[in-house]
């Protein structure tokens, strides 16, 4: 089944609904500052709303401009940020910044291809700020955006595969308002913001991202609202469940590890793990991939050779694998060696692992090696 509208009739119907129905009193609709429309469309990529909107209004009141922004440091910029989530949006936006004032000397460049090759900006990001700012007349397809072309016109398929999106791309671009009605002019039946015309081209944008937004949401889109019940594919055919298709399910692969419990009497050797990676920054249990390598860490860590026995083995799974564990436990006979006791390793008493940060699996094994032995 097709949609039931033809190209030339969605982007007047979309504008009209947007100027009745949609969003107008939005922090960051107020201006056609780059900058502020650029610092929004950051902070709303896979963030709600209302959920940005006090960040937005921070991060205006402490950097009001990109040359402010540019010049923080990068442990204040992250500080602000803090509770966003998706943090290399905000490293980015922090280079971005930097990048702006050092090659345009703090304005933004208006076209979309060279918008679009500033850190953290997309190219989907970079036609929203193109039309909010400058009128420029291009397609945006972000993830609503997907969501609401999937139904409209019955697209299969997952959005984020090439062949997919590619379509959409192109779909997206043959829906625009035509270039006469995304001119600058402001003709009788176009709103007024502050005095200032909203073209087509930025009702146009917004509505989709409007439309995506409070009514063709994720579960349970209100049809009976929509502009586009009559012609929607989706909605005529009952499968706004179905579209946009899920993400094809992944056979999750399977990652194995083994965890040395090295223990001298009633402590265990923790290490902390670095930075970054998974479990960053906790306290864990000291690793090798294979036997041999294990028993190497045990002897340099005990100052003499040891028997390992194995323990029963666990498994945790994340979002993107599933990791097994093989744990040996290692034990000493004399006291620890002093050399292993520094910044990054820690000689602790089982009863009081409960103080350091462990990965749960790690906690897990602890836990039930306490009071077991010895
Ligand atoms: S009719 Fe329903 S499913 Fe279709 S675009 Fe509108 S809200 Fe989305």
């Not at 955006?145 to 671009?173: H, N, Q, S």
């Amino acid at each position: 089944m097709e949609a039931n509208i033809e190209p030339d009739d969605f982007a007047p119907r979309l504008i009209a609904w947007q100027r009745t129905h949609g969003r107008h009193e939005l922090p960051w609709q107020r201006s056609r500052d780059p900058y502020r429309v650029w610092l929004s469309e950051i902070m709303l990529q896979q963030t709600q709303v209302s959920t940005v909107i006090p960040y937005y209004l921070k991060f205006l009141a402490r950097f009001p401009h990109v040359h402010a922004l540019a010049a923080a440091a990068a442990d204040d910029v992250m500080a602000l940020w803090s509770g966003l989530g998706y943090y290399t949006r905000a490293r980015n936006l922090h280079r971005c910044a930097q990048v702006v004032v050092q090659q345009y000397g703090g304005a933004f460049p208006q076209t979309v291809e060279q918008l679009a090759a500033l850190p953290g900006i997309g190219r989907s990001t970079a036609a929203a700020i193109a039309a909010f700012s400058f009128g420029v007349r291009s397609p945006i397809l972000d993830g609503n955006v997907k969501r609401v072309l999937a139904r409209i016109f019955g697209i299969d398929g997952f959005p984020g595969d090439k062949r997919v999106e590619t379509a959409m791309w192109a779909l997206a671009e043959s829906l625009l308002p035509a270039a006469d009605d995304a001119s600058n002019d402001a003709s009788d039946d176009v709103r007024q913001r502050e005095g200032a015309p909203v073209e087509p081209i930025v009702a146009y944008t917004q509505g989709l991202m409007d439309l995506g937004a409070t009514l063709c949401v994720r579960s349970r889109p209100d049809c009976g609202r929509c502009p586009f019940a009559h012609a929607c594919v989706a909605n005529l055919t009952g499968r706004q469940r179905e579209l946009p298709a899920a993400r094809p399910r992944k056979a999750v692969p399977t990652r194995r590890t083994m965890m040395l419990v090295l223990r001298s009497a009633d402590q265990v050797l923790l290490e902390k793990r670095p930075p970054l990676g998974i479990w960053g920054g906790l306290w864990s249990l000291p690793e090798a991939p294979d036997v041999d390598g294990l028993a190497a860490r045990a002897a340099q860590l005990s100052g003499a050779p040891v028997v390992l026995a194995p323990l029963a083995p666990l498994a945790h799974t994340f979002t993107h694998f599933r990791l097994e564990i093989e744990p040996r436990l290692a034990q000493l006979v004399d006291e620890p060696r002093a050399a292993a006791r520094d910044a990054h390793t820690a000689w602790v008493r089982l009863d009081a692992i409960g103080d350091y940060g462990l990965p749960a699996p790690v906690r897990k094994l602890l836990d039930a090696l306490d009071g077991t032995l010895l």
